[in-house]
């Protein structure tokens, strides 16, 4: 452990010193989630680094996610003159071994079974790279912390790169694994911190789960309406409020702590670092750095990511030098009692045994896992079983399986006898039952139907009809006829095909309504039209069922029916289309329908819109050129004789 030697270090390891007048239990701010916000220079990287020393002074791990490329400076001194925190560094310019971002997984196995505080650094990851590593890592850790409780805390500096509120391509899975990580991970005895300069960015969810907000210096609208939406779900206080106000104030190092976890609203000053600040404008050049870090056993990392290839150039091969000298325990610089590679470019005997036992742990932990996984599936399938039960007994049984009755031996020999290919092994051996021929209209009922067709009028015949009409033994029709025939003779006597809508008008119907789709659907059922649906036309068979059928409603007929169908204001519009028979534009309209005082309707008025309405459904009307009025697609069946 890095020795402190300030005197704000914490004088003991079971509390974290964060500010003169903030100080917290190191176990419950460890396992806390945590936002850390403010704008670029309010100290929001020195603060958390604040909170890492005093975590690692009780002895709690801490990982590092680092996409900038400045948490390395946890390994050396504020002064830059001596050692840092026990940190091992993956990835970026100062890395004890460089990270490849296929091993996320490992890397969490790794960590977690050393109980080792590291610093992952991703600055120089793409997009894709980053999300691959992050996805794997945040999985493989969460995991294991599910089978393997062990307090430590994860840091997610610039949070949008890693949880963003809008994600982008290749961005979905990392965005996924990280939101359900910080949600669930208390849960294991462990913490979050989320970093952010625009906490409108960081994706809600996770960002609403924070229950301890340090908020420094913000200026820009958004951000402090993002943070105004978190006080109005998380901390209502009079104080909150007065706070909320002065966030353009705040000097850099000067926060608001609020935290409805612990129901402390206080304004702090963080107190000085042990360690460099890794944010500021002045960094210790980079061989200085590798210089002085402090001794880290990362012998068993490089075995677990495999060791480097002999292709390196000269300055990797110093630094990689120097990162051996570490992990053997003499001094940066001097020789190993081991070389990395032998001559030839492989590795030695030994340290491929020690990779091998590496690989093996994580294909114990990954099938382990994938155990725990199929135990908890069918945990989940069990308690789901116990909620339907009591609704499975009130949903309607499915009727029995059709089976066929045991053959005889004279179903066998008719079988036998037949000799038609393919044809006996399709045959069941119990008939279907004759289904039961539908009943027709007797005589004198389809006079009165053909007579009241005639006429114009709409024919309704209810099955309690037809049953009187028949014998006793026989079922009425379930669908009436009277519909079916008026269709079929419209469709006749069109040369045997008419567009739907035309179709519906001449029949009575609203072409989208359920009556007539019902119609239809019977018809096309019994094989009597066919063709698109937008212009159904007569079969064969509906051509000879058609035969003799009086003519459809026109002329005086048609219109008298719509007219006595429609009502209110549509009813006038629609007799005013009628009498004038031309296009006319909308004021025409309202001018000439008068209501029932002789006045004209208005043609924003209630009335007026929806009588329009109305004639639309049934397309009675049509709009042509530009704004003006019509009678729609039964124009010539309405002015007809």
């Known amino acids: 452990m890095a020795k402190k030697n300030d005197e704000n270090a914490s004088p003991t390891t079971n509390v974290a010193v964060l500010a003169d007048n903030l100080t917290l239990p190191a176990a419950g701010l460890a396992t806390q989630r945590t936002a850390f916000v403010g704008a670029s220079g309010s100290g929001k990287s020195y603060g958390v680094g604040r909170i890492v020393e005093q975590l690692s002074a009780a002895g709690v791990p801490v990982i590092v996610l680092d996409t ?6 946890l390994r050396i001194a504020a002064d830059g003159t001596g050692p840092g925190l026990p940190f091992v560094v993956l990835g970026g310019d100062h890395a004890d071994v460089p990270l490849s971002f296929d091993k996320g997984a490992e890397v969490a196995t790794f960590l977690h079974g050393r109980r080792a505080s590291a610093v992952l650094d991703l600055s120089d990851a793409s997009v894709d790279e980053r999300s691959l590593f992050v996805a794997a890592f945040c999985d493989r850790l969460l995991a294991l912390l599910k089978r393997k409780r062990s307090p430590m805390t994860v840091v997610f500096d610039e949070a949008p790169d890693l949880v963003p509120e809008k994600v982008r391509k290749g961005q979905n899975e990392m965005a996924l694994s990280v939101s359900g990580f910080v949600r669930k991970v208390r849960n294991y005895s462990c913490g979050t911190i989320l970093v952010t300069q625009r906490p409108q960015d960081v994706a809600k969810a996770p960002f609403d789960q924070a229950g301890t907000v340090f908020v420094g210096s913000l200026f820009g609208k958004h951000e402090r309406q993002a943070m105004r939406d978190w006080i109005g779900r998380k901390a209502r206080s009079e104080v909150v409020e007065e706070q909320y106000g002065r966030l353009p104030t705040l000097e850099p190092g000067q926060f608001f702590f609020w935290s409805p976890a612990w129901k402390r609203y206080e304004e ?15 960094p210790i050049a980079d061989d200085a750095v590798l210089q002085r870090l402090a001794p880290v056993d990362v012998g068993a990392l490089k075995e677990l990511l495999g060791g480097m290839r002999a292709e390196r150039s000269g300055a990797e091969k110093k630094e990689r030098s120097q990162v051996s000298g570490i992990s053997s325990g003499t001094e940066p610089g001097a020789s190993s009692a081991e070389p990395l590679v032998e001559e030839d470019g492989t590795l030695p005997w030994r340290q491929w045994v020690g990779r091998l036992r590496a690989e093996l742990a ?37 009727p029995p399986k059709w089976a066929p009755s045991k053959t005889t031996q004279e179903d066998i020999e008719r079988l036998a006898v037949d000799k038609t290919p393919g044809l006996s092994s399709k045959k069941r ?12 209209l007797s005589v004198p009922l389809r006079q009165r139907v053909e007579r009241q067709l005639q006429q114009g009028r709409v024919v309704t015949v209810d099955s309690h009809e037809v049953a009187d009409e028949q014998e006793a033994e026989v079922k009425p029709t379930r669908v009436s006829e009277a519909p079916q025939l008026r269709v079929l003779a419209a469709l006749a006597h069109d040369d045997g095909r008419m567009e739907k809508v035309r179709l519906a008008i001449v029949c009575g119907y609203q072409h989208s309504g359920g009556g007539f789709q019902a119609v239809m659907a ?28 009086p003519a459809p409603m026109r002329g005086e007929a048609l219109r008298s029916y719509w007219l006595g169908k429609l009502k209110g204001a549509a009813r006038k519009i629609f007799a005013l289309l009628l009498l004038e028979r031309r296009p006319m534009t909308l004021q025409e309209i309202a001018d000439g329908a008068v209501d029932a005082s002789g006045k004209g309707y208005a043609v924003n008025g209630g009335g007026f819109h929806d009588g329009m309405r109305d004639l639309r459904r049934y ?12 009678l729609g697609v039964a124009k010539e069946d309405f002015l007809g004789e």
């Open 68 to 73: 900038v490329g400045i948490w390395a400076s």
């Open 268 to 282: 702090i000053r963080i107190l000085p670092k042990w360690t460099w600040d890794g944010s500021s404008t002045n």
């Open 362 to 398: 994580i294909e114990t932990a990954r099938a382990e896992s994938a155990v725990q996984r199929l135990g908890d599936v069918e945990g989940h399938l069990d308690r789901l079983s116990e909620m339907l039960s009591p609704v499975m007994v009130h949903l309607p049984r499915r």
């Open 429 to 440: 051996l119990v008939p279907s039952p004759t289904p039961t021929p539908a009943a027709p």
């Open 522 to 549: 019977a018809l096309r059922a019994e094989g009597f039209i066919y063709g698109e649906r937008g212009e159904p036309m007569l079969t064969p068979k509906g051509r000879a069922r058609a035969k003799g059928l």
């Open 619 to 630: 397309a009675l009307v049509e709009s042509r050129r530009g704004k003006a009025i019509e």
